[in-house]
């Protein structure tokens, strides 16, 4: 197992243009977070699955904003109709509520940049 | 709501000296954990270290340990014989409860420069 993985690493887009970001997890974890960072700060929750359902959701995460994880595997972060704010890192993290009190383990990120 | 606080935007030591990073966090819970995080350049975030809390003694990981103190909602973090591999972004981290799936709330971060 290679840990969290994230596709792509680093995407350029134009504004008003959709993007779609891919999350593996670490295979056999239930739990599944996105988080949004922007340079110098930390992480900010966006919204987590157990499984395939979406349990939570953060004021954050705007209706341009779309989260899936079809058969509780993968997960996509969808933005659509970008805007110059949306441009962050956006973190994958995965963790096992069968393991140590749900240690999330973090991807290494997808780069975003609006033009 | 928890909240957590790094007051240290930046910290900087030289190589083999100790440093420590400060980090206070709210709680109304009286059983959680508490994690210190590490975020290399243009690398993944990587777990350090892991407190509980309802264990008075304070966690110790090869050269990283914290001072835990509940009752002020303390968490620093001390790193011996610090390293040039130690430079890096850390941030302190509270899992919520199960209710909200245990996210993590970070603090701002502290960016720890490491000179040779």
């Known amino acids: 197992d290679t840990g969290v993985s994230q596709n792509p690493r680093h995407k350029i887009t134009k504004r008003g243009q959709n993007v779609t970001f891919r999350c593996d997890p670490i295979?056999?974890?239930?739990?599944l977070y996105w988080y949004r960072q922007t340079l110098g700060q930390g992480p900010e929750f966006l919204t987590y699955f157990q499984n395939e359902a979406q349990l939570e959701k953060s004021r954050l995460l705007s209706d341009r904003f779309s989260a899936e994880r079809p058969k509780g595997s993968f997960s996509t972060l969808e933005i659509q109709r970008t805007e110059q704010g949306d441009s962050a890192m956006y973190l994958c993290?995965?963790?096992?509520?069968?393991?140590?009190?749900?240690?999330?383990?973090f991807g290494a990120g997808t780069r975003l940049s609006v033009l | 709501a928890q909240t957590v606080t790094q007051s240290q935007p930046e910290m900087s030591v030289q190589e083999a000296e100790t440093v420590t990073l400060s980090c206070t966090y709210d709680t109304s819970e009286s059983d959680y954990y508490l994690f210190w995080y590490k975020q290399p350049p243009s690398r993944q975030m990587i777990l350090v270290i892991r407190?509980?809390?309802?264990?008075?003694q304070n966690a110790t990981e090869n050269r990283f340990s914290v001072n835990f103190q509940k009752a002020a909602k303390s968490f620093s973090l001390k790193i011996s014989d610090s390293q040039l591999g130690d430079a890096a972004m850390y941030f302190c981290?509270?899992?919520?409860?199960?209710?909200?799936?245990?996210?993590?709330?970070f603090g701002e971060g502290t960016q720890l420069t490491v000179n040779p």
């Open positions: 981290a509270y899992p919520g409860g199960e209710t909200s799936g245990s996210r993590l709330t």
């Open positions: 993290a995965s963790s096992s509520d069968l393991q140590f009190k749900n240690i999330q383990y």
């Open positions: 407190q509980e809390a309802y264990k008075q």
């Open positions: 295979s056999e974890h239930n739990r």
